[in-house]
């Protein structure tokens, strides 16, 4: 045990702290500290309170020069000696030491929130500190928690908005439990995650938010969800809504894969097999005309032409091609007849059942896909953070817990203002 010193003092750089003193035992050090008392008052009646007794509590601290370090803070539990006054005793607190829920020091905790939210995990961040997981992440859910509702810009300057689903948890022998996520597609960032994907839920936390920021969103982007565009249509009637074009081309992708494999078991009766002429161009099929040279071109020709008698392959492969045309036109009017001509085209009666189902589901979001041309937004930004929660899920080895979920994946992927942590207060 030794006296403190003034670079003692310096390290904890608190005014009305003072360093009792510190101790060393193998590689571990601790500080011990209290706060200077000066007139204390009862909360209640307002008389001078007595210290009735001062317990150690130890708190873990940061790091100094590699060594774990530990913070011994010799509280003040009061007393009032008016026995008429209805608070007989309290425990005096400082949030600048630390928060009352936290094992960790306000430094500390900030620290941790930090080095998570970039990306370590709780574990790795709590063999850096010396301690337990579950102090950490305690830590972590508090200041995070503190952080994102502190930071209100992130919500206060989007104007296009984009829901998604991403599963949360899959158990054995049970159903998979899903999220939805509300992302800024403007700016690329998360804005809330929330534990279901009904209706009710997504639906409840829109209409939550300040009135101000319902207005000024006027795009919400969507895949071809009902529950989605219905949520859109009650809570922000004046957005106009925007199919997201990877999901209506990944579409018109599946139906050409369903006629390729109903034309391949009807020519050959089995399923496809290695010398199979569909069979060999399943991928070029999938794959943009522009970017086949003319030996990849005359290839698929050839294998159409052997596997293909009917050339029902053929017309759903000009279909998916035409689409992928219809978001390459820039002009708002004339992608918008092209998609009617498309609809119509694949409508009619002798066109393969699977392209009449394609058409009656772009007819039935005709409206919502041209928005594209107006908007010029997508959903993709939300399928790129949705690969981000999931990375946080992968280096967590997956989440029970949906709060602890939401607190990582916002920190990592929400975009906070960092520099609002520094001036957080938590009692």
Not at 122 to 147: F, K, P
Not at 392 to 407: C, S, T
Request: charged letters at 25%; a positive charge; glycine letters at 6%.
């Amino acid at each position: 045990m030794s006296e403190p010193s003034e670079i003692l003092q310096a390290l904890v750089g608190l005014k009305d702290v003072r360093v009792l003193y510190y101790e060393r035992w193998g590689p571990q050090v601790e500080l011990v500290i209290e706060q200077v008392l000066s007139d204390p008052r009862c909360p209640s009646c307002g008389g001078r309170a007595r210290v009735k007794e001062r317990p150690l509590v130890r708190y873990v601290d940061l790091p100094v020069y590699g060594a774990p370090m530990r913070l011994g803070w010799r509280k003040h539990r009061m007393r009032c000696p008016d026995r008429a006054c209805p608070r007989r005793s309290w425990v005096l607190g400082d949030h600048r030491i630390a928060a009352k829920s936290c094992l960790l020091t306000t430094r500390a905790a900030k620290w941790a929130t930090m080095q998570v939210g970039t990306g370590r995990t709780v574990a790795e961040v709590a063999g850096e500190l010396d301690c337990d997981w579950h102090t950490v992440n305690d830590a972590v859910t508090v200041y995070g928690s503190a952080l994102l509702a502190a930071d209100r810009k992130r919500l206060n300057r989007t104007t296009a908005i984009g829901l998604d689903e991403t599963s949360f948890v899959r158990l054995a022998h049970a159903h998979t439990s899903y999220a939805t996520t509300v992302c800024d597609v403007e700016h690329h960032q998360i804005i809330d995650i929330l534990p279901s994907r009904h209706f009710v839920d997504v639906a409840g936390f829109l209409d939550k938010q300040p009135t101000g920021w319902k207005q000024r969103v006027r795009y919400g982007a969507l895949d071809m969800s009902a529950t989605y565009a219905a949520v859109y249509t009650v809570v922000l009637p004046k957005a106009a809504q925007v199919v997201d074009s990877f999901h209506v081309i990944s579409l018109a992708n599946r139906t050409l894969d369903a006629v390729r494999r109903r034309v391949q078991n009807e020519q050959t009766g089995h399923r496809g097999r290695r010398d199979d002429p569909l069979y060999k161009a399943r991928r070029v099929l999938l794959t943009g005309e522009e970017r086949l040279n003319d030996r990849a071109a005359q290839r698929l020709a050839s294998l159409l032409a052997l596997g293909d008698p009917n050339a029902e392959v053929a017309i759903a492969y000009r279909v998916k091609e035409r689409l992928r045309e219809f978001y390459r036109t820039r002009d708002p009017s004339i992608a918008r007849g092209m998609l009617e001509e498309l609809i119509e085209h694949c409508r009619r009666r002798t066109m393969p059942p699977e392209l009449q189902k394609l058409g009656r589901t772009l007819h039935a979001w005709f409206d919502k896909i041209c928005n594209y041309h107006h908007a010029r937004v997508s959903n993709g930004p939300t399928e790129a953070l949705n690969n981000l929660i999931k990375r946080i899920k992968r280096i967590g080895f997956g989440f029970r817990n949906f709060d602890n979920y939401r607190i990582r994946a916002l920190l990592y992927a929400g975009k906070p203002n960092w520099r609002v942590l520094g001036s957080i207060v938590v009692q």
